[in-house]
Structure formats: structure tokens, C-alpha cells
């Protein structure tokens, strides 16, 4: 498949929000963040066994509380979560007892340079980053990449995009509509590029080939963009059957704030939040009356979701 055109600059977004994430905040995002659904692990899997990957090690950066490394680290014989956060770091380890998986903290652009001992050259068979690469350096990454990576090694990047409305829920149209202008009206100062690259599903994400300075370890021609099937499940839980009945307000809200523009609003108005002019629960409100609207009874209202979800794939050269 052919490349996508190249993005019009490299961002180089710094994430200071989940990085900072102490181990209470950790925690939290644990809580409330689910797992991505099996299907997902065995796509990435698959794709990377079948273009001649092997099982060794698995590298996973950006990996938070570690919800990816421990779903893929039973097929390697060795699995690596790396986080720049030392509360998600925190939280990954007190989730975690098989021996095979180790968690550190470094950042994309190290790869576990920076460890004692670090993460060896030419040592890794996969790298995956699930929701994390809209995040990194990707001038600093690509260059980290091949230098760990084993020849014909894979990286596999995928973000879940910025989620709609399931067209079941009642009076959904005008909920999405409601969640809409929440994102325009008071989360758009709070958006930084990382957060438009995971809206637009990484189209313009930078790949080797279209850096300044490009990283000629990685074959264009192995480049698979795969956009995830919107009736198939994306995550455990959300739209598992045509049975699956949402989320309640509760969980739903717990979800949102630990969305990056949210947490950075909670940070600039720390007076708000929990109050009548905390916008999310202002969000809340509004669902729950256009939910009562439609004929939804007080108690049992629920919100099911649609995740426009994409992997990408890059093989490095053999030779």
C-alpha cells in the first residue's frame, strides 16, 4: 500500500500531561481506561508473524498502566513496557506478576537508551504503541526505532481516533452534536497537535520516508495503513454484541476526564471542576436531558459508543 502524503511539519509534541501522571493518577486512568479487544492483538500479531516476525521480544513504549504489554506479552517469550510517566510505571507494576514483562520508564525517542543495561541494538521484534505515538518526537523515534529493532522486525502504532455516538442511542444525532461543540467550545484551547493527529486517525503522523530527515532502515513498501472495521469491536466492552448496552453517565464521565484536553482544563481551572461550571459535568447534564428527552427513564440512562479505530505497520528492511 502506498504511503500517505507526507504532513505538512514533524510535530514534536512533548506530552507533559499522562508524563507528569503520579502513581494515584496512574491508578485512576487504570480504572477507568479498558483494555483494547482481542481481535485488535490478533490483527497486530498476525500482520507481524506473517511478514516474517518472530516472538522473542516485544517492546511496548508509551505503554502507560500496561494494559497492551500484558495482553501481548503471552505470546513473547520477553516483553518490554516503557513509560516516560513514573505513576503509570508505578501502576504497570502493581498490575502486573508475569516474570516475562519488565516496566521501565524512558521515552519514544530513547527506547531504552537510557536503561541500565539498556535496551540492546537489533534486540526487538516488535514495537508497538497503543494511543501513545500521537505523542512522540517521531524525527527522535523512527532513528530509536530502527536501532532496536531486528532486521525484518515490526512497529505497529494504532489509536482508537476520537469516538462517535452509536446511531442505537436514543436521540444520538443530537448528543453527538452536544459532545461536538463541548470539543469545539471549551476543549479547543486545550488541544495540542497529538490530539488532532489521534482525531484524524494519524494521517498525517510522520513515517520514515517523509521526515526531513529520513530514516532509510524502513521499506515504504511494507507500509499498511489498517482502518478498523466500525461494527467490530475496538475495546472490551464496547460494543462486544448487538446486545451491549453502553455505558452508564458515571463511567462515561470517569472516561472523558482522562482525556488529555480534559485533564488540562481540570489543570487550568482547578476552581471549577466538581462544580455548576465544570464543563464536563455541564457535558453530562445535557446528555442526560436529551437521553430523557427520547423517553430514556432517570436511572437508566446509558451511552454506547462507535470507535473509529486505526493500525498502521512498518517492517524494518532485512538487508
Known sequence: ????????????????????????????????????????????????????????????????????????????THAIGLDPSEGMIATARSLTSADN????????EQLGSNLTPPVGDGSIDLITAANAAHWFDMSGFWPAAARVLKPGGTVALWTSGAGRTHPC???SAAIQAAMDKHQETHMAPFMEPGNILTRNRYVDIALPWTLSQRVHEFDPDTFVRFEWPIDEPFFVGVGDNDDDAGADLDTFEKIVATGSAETRWRQAHPDLVGTEGDVLKQLRLEIERLLHEAGVKPGEERLRGVVEGVLLFVKKKVA
Open 1 to 76: 500500500m502506498a504511503a500517505p502524503r507526507p504532513p505538512a511539519l514533524e510535530p514534536a509534541p512533548q506530552e507533559k500531561t499522562f508524563s507528569t501522571y503520579n502513581a494515584s493518577q496512574g491508578q485512576k486512568y487504570a480504572e477507568v481506561r479498558p483494555d483494547y479487544h482481542p481481535k485488535v492483538y490478533h490483527t497486530i500479531l498476525d500482520h507481524h508473524t506473517s511478514t516474517g516476525g518472530h516472538l522473542d521480544t516485544l517492546l511496548d513504549i508509551g505503554c502507560g498502566p500496561g494494559n497492551a504489554t500484558r495482553s501481548l506479552a503471552s505470546h513473547f
Open 101 to 108: 514483562i519488565h516496566f521501565d520508564r524512558s521515552t519514544a
Open 169 to 171: 442511542v436514543p436521540n
